[in-house]
């Protein structure tokens, strides 16, 4: 099964896999909350996963990271 993340997206992931949370990531990428909120939303979609830790390991699991981050 593939999977495709939008760059947003896998920028969001990586930040999530550093441990910052949705109002950290707004102010780092200097978006707003609830856009933040939208891109986790599809993200935990497209991953059928529930919250930022099953996330961030099933992306690693698939090899969806980059492989410097891996």
């Known amino acids: 099964m593939k999977i495709e993340l939008s760059q947003r997206e896998l920028e969001i ?23 933040v909120d939208t891109h986790v939303g599809h993200i935990y979609e497209k991953l059928q996963v529930k919250n930022a830790p099953a996330a961030v390991g099933k ?12």
């Open 59 to 70: 992306a690693f699991r698939m090899g969806i990271f980059p492989k410097d981050k891996q």
């Open 13 to 35: 992931l990586d930040l999530l896999s550093q441990g910052f949370v949705k109002k950290q990531i707004a102010k780092q990428l200097d978006i707003g909350y609830s856009t």
